[in-house]
């Protein structure tokens, strides 16, 4: 009884993931306001290199991540190697591109759940800031981190390359 019960719960998860009834919503405060992106999510499945700036935030220590090298000094460069990179992974879609900023999402193959990504040229620091986050759930058992540092190793790998 127990197994046929677990079979259908499966069964509604992948349907439900079908419909897009797990994507979430993007949220409408996306973009960078006074030289920042978006705080990390209050719980457990975001990372930010912008994390620092949060002090009293929760998930501060557990979202910190380090922001990106510009590509040889040049904002457009690695904007571009950037982008390429992101390409390269499956399920990332580039939503918007700027000379500055580049919105993506990654979604998953099975029940489609989204994650934001967030990169913006920090001219002050001279480095693309970057932040991930899942839309839905309150865990993502390190899926943004593990993300970002794959891609980290594809655009330092291009970046290397040129």
């Known amino acids: 009884m127990l197994v046929y019960a677990l079979l259908a719960l499966v069964v509604a998860l992948l349907a439900a993931a079908q419909m897009g009834m797990l994507t979430g ?3 409408a405060d996306l973009g960078v306001k ?4 978006k ?6 499945n975001s990372v930010s290199s912008q994390a ?3 002090p009293d935030h929760p998930q501060r220590a557990e979202a910190m991540i380090e922001a990106l090298p510009l590509k040889h000094g040049d904002a ?7 982008v390429t990179a992101l390409s390269s992974l499956q399920g990332v879609s580039i939503i ?3 000379h500055d900023y580049v919105h993506a999402e990654a979604q998953t193959p099975w029940l489609k759940f989204v994650d934001d990504m967030e990169f913006w040229v920090n001219p002050e620091r001279q480095v693309i800031e970057v932040r991930s986050a899942s839309r839905m ?3 993502d058992f390190g899926v943004n981190r593990l993300r970002i540092e794959a891609l980290r190793r594809t655009y330092l790998a291009d970046s290397a390359a040129s």
């Open 96 to 98: 918007e591109q700027r």
């Open 39 to 44: 705080a990390p999510s209050n719980t457990p």
């Open 34 to 37: 006074q030289g920042r992106l």
């Open 76 to 82: 457009s460069a690695s904007v571009q190697a950037l």
């Open 52 to 54: 620092d700036l949060y």
């Open 25 to 27: 919503r993007q949220p």
């Open 137 to 139: 759930g309150r865990k």
